[in-house]
């Protein structure tokens, strides 16, 4: 794979661009706005993480995986002092919170909108002993679950690459299959020095979308402070939140 890999959260973060390639003479970071020709909606999701996950040994993530079996983390007590029992997944990457949220014994269903993503779960948890687990491709904002499926949704580092839109959409959609009473949880990457200065397109939206560095082309990055995390949230109730071990943000919603 081209560039190094730094792990946040169960999704890799992809490091590559040299300083020459996106440095000016002035000193700021290449970047330049863009008008998109059609709808700034339709963005092909997939064909960026299919490809990243296409590039990642099996053997490595596996390895890692080792962390999160039985793994202890605030969220676990949240949902069992909220009496959760059915947890879905959301953008499960290759599974590392999947894990997790088995191994402290919930019914976990999960999906990514990555062929390949689901594949590395699945076999990634099937080495662990889940077998029972439903591991499928879906898109964000269009899950196919029916309606008030789950009494909880995880969705760890993914609406930070999506577009203002999607993340939306995406937060109404993961709502629609959580039961009434039922919990959300987001979570936000700390964004990185080199977020900034690797070469990017900038959407109308603000959202960033890499190109340039092969290791990073077509993926969107929008960054949530605060105020954007308040603005996602707006007419949810906030039943928690904290910042985790990297800088992260992280919010638990009730339906």
Known sequence: MAGDVVQ??????????GLGQVWRGSGFYQRREIEMKSNINIIDYSEYWERCWEE?????????????????????????DHGVRKVCDAACGFGAHTLALASNGFEVSAFDVSERAVKLTTEGLKKYGYTGTAVKKAEITATGYEEESFDA????????????????????????????????????DMPEEDDFL????????GSMIYSGDPSRAGMIFRPHDGEKIEALILGYQCINRWTDGKGGQVVVIAK
């Open 8 to 17: 946040v959260g169960d999704r890799p973060k992809l490091h590559g661009a």
């Open 198 to 205: 690797c070469e990017h397109d900038i959407l109308p939206d």
């Open 153 to 188: 949704v995880t969705a760890y580092a993914v609406i930070d690459h999506l577009t203002e839109a999607d993340s939306k959409k995406a937060v109404a959609e993961l709502m629609r299959i959580i039961k009434p009473g039922g919990l959300l949880l987001l979570s936000f």
């Open 56 to 80: 990642e040994k099996p053997e490595e993530l596996f390895s890692y995986l080792e962390g999160w079996n039985g793994h202890k983390a605030l969220e676990m007590d949240v949902f069992k």
